[in-house]
């Protein structure tokens, strides 16, 4: 049995170099987890607003509470699945193989017919066999030179395991942002707010994001108790939005398949209500 904790602790979180998330995913923080994660005053609660693939939370070591939260039901599903049955969700994948026409078959395939934990394996398998992890519009991703990312067999139990594993205490929902950050708002309480950027609204689905919704949450973050850290491109637009918020730099280079001739690729802003001491 692990040891209970104190839910008043109060913990500054450090980066763990060894943590990894269960997938890549489009707009994922890999790269810039460590300075996110450096920049992390003392907080309760962990809250993971626009979650994805979790890059951050699976980088950074545990804070007394924590909560992952997405709109994406398929996405948040698979969460559910890793951290209650993940024997089930290894058992699914005892027979697959990776190959197009799988690929094809599942893409095709109505999650309506499927229980929780074939509908968990059905986009695990997707997302980790599209190409750049573009699961909204996936295609098929195979390289001349590269392995695919999907694990089978005893590297799949691994890696489930260690998922599964950083997931036992974390809260998982599926809200839209606004409701999960009035729900979760106390003092003690930081937020990572990682939207679609700017310009990339549509990214990740339809209807679940617009321009006017960087409005929204502005006004919200205006007002909250707690803490919050957001991670945006670094385009004059933006700096604008969050005007009167703390701005802090930093660049990134995404894979080489990503536009490198606009000159404002990899420049993130990270926009925060609170100081940081250099
Ligand atoms: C940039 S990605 C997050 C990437 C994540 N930080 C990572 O490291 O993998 C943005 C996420 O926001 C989610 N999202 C978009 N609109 C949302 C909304 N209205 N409420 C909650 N989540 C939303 C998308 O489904 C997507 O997973």
Request: charged letters at 30%; hydrophobic letters at 35%.
């Amino acid at each position: 049995m692990s040891p209970k904790t104190n839910p008043n602790t109060l913990t500054k979180p450090t980066y763990n170099a060894s943590g990894r998330s269960f997938s890549g995913w489009l707009g994922g923080k890999s790269q810039l987890a460590r300075t996110i994660i450096d920049m992390m005053p003392e907080h309760k609660h962990y809250c993971e607003v626009f979650g994805g693939a979790g890059w951050v939370l699976f980088k950074k070591s545990t804070s007394t509470l924590e909560t992952i939260n997405d709109v994406n039901g398929d996405l948040i599903n698979l969460y559910r699945v890793f951290k209650y049955h993940p024997e089930a969700l290894e058992k699914e994948f005892e027979t697959q193989l990776i190959s197009r026409e799988e690929f094809e078959r599942l893409k095709a395939e109505k999650n309506t017919s499927l229980t929780d934990i074939q509908r968990a394996a059905r986009f695990y398998y997707l997302l980790r066999t599209c190409f750049g992890a573009k699961v909204s519009e996936p295609n098929f991703f195979s390289h001349v030179e590269r392995q695919p990312h999907l694990k089978l067999g005893d590297d799949l139990k691994t890696v489930l395991s260690a998922i599964h594993q950083r997931l036992q205490r974390v809260n998982i929902e599926n809200r839209n942002y606004d409701v999960l950050i009035q729900k979760m708002d106390r003092e003690d309480t930081l937020f990572y707010l990682d939207p679609p950027y700017y310009n990339c609204e549509k990214y990740y689905g339809k209807d679940i994001f617009s321009r006017d919704d960087f409005i929204k949450l502005r006004e919200l973050l205006k007002n909250i108790k707690g803490k919050f850290i957001l991670s945006l491109n670094d385009i004059p637009e933006v700096r604008e939005l969050f005007d009167g918020f703390y701005f802090h730099t930093k660049q990134i280079r995404w894979s080489l398949n990503s536009k490198a001739h606009d000159e404002n690729n990899g420049k993130e802003l990270i926009i925060t209500n609170y100081q940081i001491p250099d």
